[in-house]
C-alpha cells in the first residue's frame, strides 16, 4: 500500500476514465436529444478504432514518421466514424423516431450485431495489433515507471476535446440550438430550429469523440478486434446513467467516478471483479440518487 | 419520366456514398503481424451495386409506410375466396379455433417421433425461448419495464440444478420447483432496489445486475467451478430409469411442450386477473393507477417475481438438456435475444410471443448454409422490421369495451 501503487492506480484509473468521458459523452448528447440509448455507439467507437488501425499500417509503410501517421489516422477515424453514425441515424433511426421508444432500442440493439458481424466478416475476428505510434516523450524519463506518454497524449486531448465541447455547445449557434431542441422539441421547431439537422449534428458529433476515444485506447493497450465496442459502450454507458444520463458535465464526472472505482477495486480488492465494482457502485449510486449525480429528478405531471 | 430520373439519381448518390463508407474496412484488409496489405476492390463494386438497389426499394417501402399502404400484399397470391378474410376474426370464432389448436396439438405431439434427434433437440430450444419470451413478457410487456438481466435468472434455475446435483446429489424434478422458486427470490431481491427507478435507468441496472451474476459465477471456483463450468449433469429420468439419449431428447422436449402449454395457460389467467389488470394499469401510468388503489411496490415486486419464475424454470431444462453449464451461456446476449423475442412477435401478445420464439430460433438454425451472415442478417432483420413493422408480427388485441348507444338512447327517453 505505498504511495507510489496509489498514484499508479490513481492514474491508469484517470485513463479509463477519460476514454469512458469520451464514449460517454456521445451517449448523453443523444440521448439528452432523442431520448434514445444508442447501443450501437460502442460499435462506432470500434469501427473508429478500426479505419486508425487500418490507415496507420498503410501509412506506415511509407515510412512516414510515427506523430504525423498518428495524426492522419486520427483524422481519418473521426471522419469515417461521423459519417458512420449520421448514416446509421439517418437509417436505423430516424423512421423510428415517432414509434414508441422501445422500437428504437431495438433498432439499436440490430445496428449494433450488425456493425459488429460486418467488421467481422470484412476483417477479422483475430486480435489485430495497433502500430506503436506515440514516442517516448524525453520528459517522462524521470516518471517512467508509472505514466507512459500515451497516457499524457491521453489526457492532453481529452481535455481539448472537452474544452471545445463546451465551447460549442455554450457558445455556438448549433450549440444552442442543440440545447433548445434537448429542452423542448416542438418549441425549438416553432422558432425555427431544424431539427432534423440538430440531431444528425449530435450524431456526428457523439461519433468524433467516440472515434477519438477509440483510436487513443487502442494505442494505449495496443491490440483491438471487432469486440471491444461492447464492452466499452456498455461501460461508457453506465458511466453516463451514473452521472444522469442527458447532462454533459454528469458524463464527465461519472466516467471518472467509474474509472477510478474501477482502478482501486481491481488494485486493492481483486482484478477478477474489475466489472462487478462498476456495476456495484452504479446501483448503489441509483439507490440513492435516483437520477445520477447531477441528474435532475423530474417531477411528473398529473 | 423525370420522376424516375431523380429516383436513379438519387440511388446513386446512395451507392457512392456507401461505397465511400465501406471503402476502408471493406476494401482494405492489413496484416499486422506480416505487414502485408491486400486491396479487395472487387468489395467495392458489390456495395456500390448492392446499395444501389437496395436504396431504391428503400425508398419505395418508407414512401409506402409513410401513406399507410400494406407493405407486401400478400392478399394478392392467395385465391379469391381468401382473400377477404380476416385472419383474426376467423381465430376467435371458436369452431374454427379449436379444430386448429388441436391440430397444432397434435403436430406438436407427433413432431419428435417424425424429425429426428437433431430437429427435436433445436425444436426443444425454441419452446425454450417460448416460455421464456412469456416470462418476459410479463415483465416488460404487461408491467412496461425495461428489463435487459433476464438471463440472470436462467443462469439461477441452471445452476440450482448443477450445484445441488453435484453436492447433494438432487434429481430433475426435484430441482425443477425448486430453482424456479429460488429465481423468483432472486427476482425478488432485484425487486427491492430498483422500486424507484424508471425506464432506462431501471434497464441498465437490472443489466448490471445481470453481469454481476455472471461475473460472480465466472470467478467463484468453489462454488460454481468457475469459467469451465459443470459438467456431468444428469438427464430427467423416467421414474427413476435412466434413458438411452435418443428416448431422453423425446422426453425432454415433451417435458418442455407440457411446460409450455402450462405456461400459456397460467399468463393467459393471470393477464386477466386483478393482478394482470394492475400490471397494465401501472405500465400506462403508474401515479393514475396507484390514485387508483393498486399497490406499485407489490404490483412491480409481483412482476418481477413471476417473470424470473419462468426464467429459473427454464434454467433448469437448460442444465439438463446440455448436461452442462457455464457462465458463458448466460450473457447480456441471451436477455437480448428473449427482449428481440417478444419485440419481433409483438409486446404483450402471446400468440406473438410463441411466433418470435420460433422465428428468432429456427431462422439461425436454418440458415447454417449462411452461418457466417446469419447474425449480419439478424441484426438487419431487427433494424427493418423496427423501421416497418414497429408493432411486431402479431400486434396485441387490447380489450375493448363497447357500449351499446342505441340503448343508452331509448333508457334516456323512457324517463
Known sequence: MNLEYLIQLTLSGMTRGSIYALIALGYTMVYGIIQLINFAHGEIYMIGAFTALIIATVLNMTGMPGVAVFIIAMIIAVVYSSAYGVTMESMAYKPVRRAQRLSALISAIGMSFFLQNYVLLAQTSDFLSFPK?????????????????????????????????????????IGKAMRATAQDKTMALLVGININQVIAVTFLIGSAMAAVGGVLISSHVGQINFYIGFLAGIKAFVAAVLGGIGSIPGAVLGSFVLGLTESFGAGYISSDYEDVFAFIILVLILIFRPAGLLGRAQSDKI | ???????????????????????????????????????????????????????????????KKERGDKLVDFSRFMPSKLRNLDIRETLADKKIAKPVLIILLLAALVFPFVAGMYQTSIMTTALMYIILGLGLNIVIGLGGMLHLGYAAFYAVGAYTYAILHRDFGIGFWVALPLGAVLAMLFGMLLGFPVLRLKGDYLAIVTLGFAEIVRIVLENWNDFSSGPSGIANIPRPSFFGMKLPLPTATIYIYMITLALVFFTIFVVRRLENSRLGRAWEAMREDAIASESMG????????????????????????????????????????????????IVLGGMGSTTGVIVGALIIVLLPEYLRAFSEYRMLLYGAVLVLMMVFRPNGIIQKVRKRYTVDISELSSGGSNE
Open chain 1, 133 to 173: 505510434l506515440i514516442p517516448r516523450f524525453a520528459f517522462l524519463e524521470g516518471s517512467r515507471n508509472f505514466l507512459t506518454s500515451t497516457q499524457v497524449v491521453i489526457f492532453a486531448v481529452t481535455a481539448v476535446v472537452m474544452v471545445g465541447l463546451t465551447f460549442l455547445i455554450k457558445f455556438t449557434k
Open chain 2, 294 to 341: 393498486v399497490n406499485i411496490t407489490t404490483t412491480k415486486l409481483t412482476a418481477f417475481a413471476l417473470g424470473a419464475f419462468w426464467a429459473g424454470m427454464v434454467g433448469v431444462i437448460f442444465a439438463a438438456k446440455t448436461t452442462f453449464v457455464n457462465p458463458a451461456s448466460f450473457t447480456l446476449m441471451e436477455s437480448v435475444l428473449v427482449l428481440c423475442i
Open chain 2, 1 to 63: 419520366m423525370n420522376n424516375a430520373v431523380q429516383e436513379l439519381k438519387k440511388s446513386l448518390i446512395t451507392s457512392l456514398w456507401f461505397m465511400f463508407l465501406t471503402f476502408p474496412i471493406m476494401v482494405i484488409r492489413v496484416n499486422t503481424v506480416e505487414n502485408i496489405i491486400r486491396w479487395r476492390w472487387s468489395n467495392m463494386i458489390f456495395v456500390g451495386i448492392f446499395s444501389f438497389v437496395m436504396s431504391y426499394f428503400w425508398r419505395g417501402m418508407l414512401k
